[in-house]
């Protein structure tokens, strides 16, 4: 391994094991359900937390460093039972630099009945620029969790999906943008759902939707000065 592969795992082994604290810190998981990956770029690589370790024993040196059949490469540790899942979404969709799976409580709600999450906010149409959709069934262990999420957001401005009666997987560029996906995906869907148990949500027009998630994706926030500013 080069001097440069290993200063790159171990930045993304710290990386990842942090992530997992907002997890645990939005109340996104319960006991060692739940993960975080991160795609080691420019390797068929990838880190993701280890099977069946507590949150707060989770630490950069037993994250588990897979290949993207889900072998593992580095590592003392089983990795997450997930990682199937993981391995198949960063071999379908090059773009995806992160990946966060947990069964978040409203969201999965959405989920156990199968019904996607119709866009009545801004702040959805913001992050994930409509609906949040349902993927299929699938059984945990071979390439169908990762076939139907890659097939429900190929195409789809959401970073997010409801796999039917699972839970949430969400994707990023990195494992920062997938876990904030994670954190606002549950944050709609509990609003979503005092909407619906107070009643009728409100529409919104297409086209507002489309303005507004243009803005918050090109605009909002702070932005790196250009180099022809300096
Ligand atoms: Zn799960």
């Given at each position: 391994m080069s001097a440069e592969l290993g200063q790159q795992l171990r930045g993304l082994r710290e990386s990842v094991a942090r992530l997992h604290g907002e997890l645990t810190r939005y109340g996104l998981v319960a006991w060692t359900s739940g993960n975080v990956s991160?795609?080691?770029p420019g390797q068929d690589l990838m880190v993701i937390k280890p099977s069946g370790i507590d949150y707060d024993d989770l630490a950069p040196e037993n994250m588990v460093v897979c290949?993207?059949?889900?072998?593992?490469?580095?590592?003392?540790f089983a990795p997450s039972s997930d990682t199937a899942a993981h391995a198949y979404v960063y071999r379908a969709m090059p773009e995806v630099g992160g990946?966060?799976?947990?069964?978040?409580?409203?969201a999965t709600a959405w989920a156990a009945r199968g019904e996607s999450i119709p866009c009545h906010l801004t702040a959805q149409a913001d992050?994930?620029?409509g609906e949040i959709p349902i993927g299929p069934f699938a059984l945990i262990g071979g390439d169908d969790i990762g076939k139907g999420i890659v097939a429900t957001l190929a195409g789809h401005r959401s970073p997010?999906?409801?796999?039917?009666?699972?839970?949430?997987?969400?994707?990023?560029?990195?494992?920062?943008?997938?876990?904030k996906a994670a954190v606002m995906c549950e944050d709609i869907a509990r609003t979503a759902?005092?909407?619906?148990?107070?009643g009728e949500p409100l529409p919104m027009a297409p086209a507002d939707i489309d303005a507004l998630y243009e803005r918050y994706q090109n605009v909002y926030g702070q932005r790196s000065p250009s180099p022809a500013s300096h």
């Open positions: 991160a795609r080691v290949d993207l059949d889900g072998l593992v490469v580095e590592g003392d990946v966060v799976h947990t069964h978040s409580g409203y992050e994930f620029g997010a999906v409801l796999m039917r009666n699972h839970g949430v997987f969400t994707i990023g560029r990195d494992a920062r943008a997938a876990v759902h005092l909407t619906r148990a107070l």
